[in-house]
């Protein structure tokens, strides 16, 4: 079946560092590709859509010179967060969107900014 | 905002069917009715979808009422393994996935 992988599953960085979360698809083309963010003890919220070779359309709230997103190719998206700070702390959730089938997410990236 | 309502938490005990409900009063002709789940650490795992009629696949089933306006995934024979937030999301195509705070399913030896 379809997989998203996600790299790495996770990463502790100093606070003014930045840091490239990557996330493909293994076995099919993702025009979409969605970002979320999850803090603890709460659901998933929708950070970006990603559309590859356009640019990212951000979620009310979210900063897009802060959380940078690419998505240069049919299987790769990728999330740098910018001069991350500890309330960049959480665990980022990408998905791909493949055509008549679910959404399919990745493992997860835990993102801990010291 | 999510479109769906669901109890926040539920026990099961194990061996047993757990039947987790889920409220979609607003749902469209065109969205289709999502189970995922969500175990601790880990991206959310696709369980089923339906649009109308109920589904099964190896791992639970989907009931859909008729007016579609609720529904229910049934896990047949949880496990301990099964212990997870099940989060049921309405979705068309191309639109994106909106998660509620979801199930949180115990279950219990």
């Known amino acids: 079946g379809a997989v998203v992988s996600q790299h790495p599953s996770w990463v502790i960085c100093k606070s003014g560092t930045s840091v490239k979360i990557e996330c493909r698809s293994l076995?099919?083309?993702?025009?979409?590709m969605f970002w979320y963010r999850q803090f603890p003890k709460q659901s998933l919220m929708l950070m970006a859509t990603?559309?590859?070779?356009?640019?990212?359309?951000?979620e009310q709230g979210v900063e897009k010179d802060k959380f940078l997103i690419n998505h240069a190719s049919l299987t790769l998206s990728t999330l740098t967060v910018t001069s991350a700070h500890p309330e960049d702390s959480s665990f980022y959730i990408c998905?791909?969107?493949?055509?008549?089938?679910?959404?399919?997410f990745g493992n997860g990236t835990r993102l801990t900014v010291t | 905002d999510a479109k769906t309502t669901q109890p926040p938490s539920m026990d099961c005990a194990e061996g047993r069917a757990a039947n987790l409900p889920c409220n979609h009063s607003?749902?469209?002709?065109?969205?289709?009715v999502y189970w995922y789940r969500q175990i601790h650490s880990q991206g959310p795992q696709y369980i089923i979808h339906?649009?109308?009629n109920n589904e099964t696949n190896e791992m639970a089933s989907l009931i859909i009422t008729e007016d579609r306006k609720s529904s229910t995934l049934i896990l047949p024979h949880a496990t301990l393994r099964d212990t997870a937030v099940y989060y049921c999301?309405?979705?068309?195509?191309?639109?994106?996935?909106?998660f509620g705070p979801g199930t949180r399913l115990s279950v219990l030896p």
């Open positions: 076995d099919f083309q993702a025009t979409t």
């Open positions: 990603s559309n590859e070779g356009s640019k990212a359309t951000y």
């Open positions: 339906g649009l109308k």
């Open positions: 999301i309405v979705r068309s195509y191309g639109q994106n996935f909106v």
């Open positions: 607003t749902i469209s002709g065109n969205e289709y």
């Open positions: 998905s791909a969107d493949r055509s008549n089938s679910p959404l399919h």
